[in-house]
């Protein structure tokens, strides 16, 4: 069911649209949390290392399809919001083509490549077995991940941030399942955690799939639709590149700090990977927030109202900053117990090391969390350039780091890397949104004022097939 978010109270719209989706994303995080979890204690700290070492790696490869299917389904979204459906149609199958060609290129490239990145990456010898299984087989099915990503980006872009949650919660469900059957039944160690993130990551796909076709006649694609246009793919790729190399910049500052953290050895690799696991939890409400912003803004952006826009963007402001605050609470108090999910207690270096990362980067959650915010309000009104150039800021920060404190500090040390790669992303964001936005108020104003035309036209200025 589609959800036109021009119209009624945005604080409202938001909060609504927001819940379920942060819920699926959560539900998404569960894939690489229950293998991390159930190989910690059905197979030991090395199971959970090498698991752990993978993180900045599916960030770097999966990122890159979200990013590219986000990206695609801006361009959905702003059609969909001034209501020109036969064209929004056009731009789903433009997009099928792209994300198809990538997911393959992708794969017979990553495969190709495993073993050598992980050499790349410091990954320590008892290790990198385990990690080059698992990554063959996730980079094997990157087919199915880009299609539920794409399936769900375009879901969302039409307001229904409900049943990609459903199909999640259903897929992570299996894959828990699957995760114990393959781990204590059938001995497949590390490789039986991918198997079952894949199989589970294809029934989503699946689901998705099943009920966009019987839900979603307005997604009905015709013969015509599959035109091939140079002109569309090329503003398809405008907007999917830089959020894609966004996703990936991002990644490859976590490839960069993995590196640095393997050379601790598989203790710190263990606490690291544990703590950024619960991280991941907390900042997936930020993503949320950030992917509600961003179809809320490319509809009211479609749709000319920009003062829905910055009335948007201002209550999840607050509503980001309350979030944070209460998340440093909870990390300072009980973050020792969150990592007790993933290994004993009798760990106690594990804990500590976890620990030490928790109580570093906290204190920059706010900061996290406007990354987020800013950088999908830019997307939803269709720049991608700038977004990336944040990314390319934080990927900056994170290798400066890197190289200051890289054998001449502790771990603390290299956990800095996170609190200074946040507070540099968004040194270009801030600024640039509030030109953009003047710049767009600016502009619509002037049309209210001069043009004698329905803002149903108006809405369509400038965007063309």
Not at 44 to 69: E, K, N, P, R, Y
Not at 76 to 93: N, P, S, T
Not at 134 to 149: C, D
Request: positive net charge.
């Amino acid at each position: 069911m589609t959800n036109d978010m021009t119209n009624g109270r945005p604080l409202g719209i938001i909060v609504r649209f927001m819940i379920p989706m942060c819920l699926g994303n959560i539900f998404q995080q569960l894939y690489n949390l229950a293998d991390s979890i159930i190989a910690g204690q059905f197979i030991g700290v090395d199971a959970l290392a090498a698991i752990g070492a993978t993180s900045a790696l599916m960030f770097f490869v999966t990122g890159w399809l979200q990013g590219l299917a986000s990206g695609f389904a801006i361009l959905v979204a702003q059609w969909f919001g001034a209501k020109k459906l036969d064209v929004m149609r056009h731009y789903v199958a433009m997009s099928i083509y792209l994300m198809a060609a990538f997911s393959v290129v992708m794969t017979v490239g990553l495969e190709i490549a495993n073993i050598p990145i992980l050499h790349l990456m410091n990954s320590p010898d008892n290790l990198i077995g385990d990690i080059g299984a698992y990554m063959g087989v996730i980079y094997a099915g990157l087919f199915v991940t880009s299609a539920y990503n794409f399936l769900a980006a375009v879901l969302r872009a039409l307001g229904d941030s409900k049943s990609p949650l459903y199909f999640l919660m259903i897929s992570a469900a299996i894959n828990v399942v699957l995760d114990i059957v393959f781990i204590v039944q059938f001995d497949m160690g590390v490789a039986g955690c991918a198997y079952a993130t894949v199989i589970a990551q294809a029934i989503s796909a699946l689901l998705c799939l099943i009920y966009v076709i019987k839900k979603f006649p307005i997604l009905h694609l015709k013969r015509e639709d599959f035109r091939i246009s140079a002109r569309s793919m090329a503003k398809l790729l405008g907007l999917g590149i830089p959020m894609g190399l966004q996703f990936s910049i991002t990644a490859l500052g976590t490839i960069i700090v993995q590196g640095a953290v393997n050379v601790y050895g598989a203790v710190y690799i263990a606490g690291f990977s544990a703590a950024s696991k619960m991280q991941n939890i907390i900042a997936t409400v930020f993503a949320s927030f950030g992917a509600t912003v961003a179809t809320f803004v490319g509809q009211n952006r479609g749709a000319g109202k920009m003062d829905r826009v910055r009335s948007g963007v201002c209550c999840t402001q607050w509503m980001i900053l309350g979030w944070s605050v209460v998340m440093m609470a909870a990390i300072y108090l009980f973050g020792k117990y969150m990592v007790l999910l993933f290994i004993s207690s009798s760990e106690k270096q594990v804990i500590d090391a976890a620990v030490i990362y928790f109580r570093t980067v906290a204190w920059c959650y706010p900061f996290l969390g406007c990354i987020f915010l800013y950088r999908n309000a830019l997307q939803g009104m269709g720049n991608g350039i700038v977004p990336m150039l944040g990314g390319v800021f934080e990927l900056l920060a994170r290798a400066g780091i890197v190289l200051i404190v890289s054998g001449r500090t502790g771990f603390a040390g290299v956990c800095l890397t996170d609190p200074a790669a946040w507070i540099a992303a968004l040194i270009p964001l801030v600024p640039f949104y509030f030109y953009a936005m003047r710049k767009a108020l600016k502009k619509v104003r002037y049309e209210e004022k001069t043009l004698v035309q329905p803002a149903s036209a108006r809405c369509s200025r400038g965007f063309t097939v």
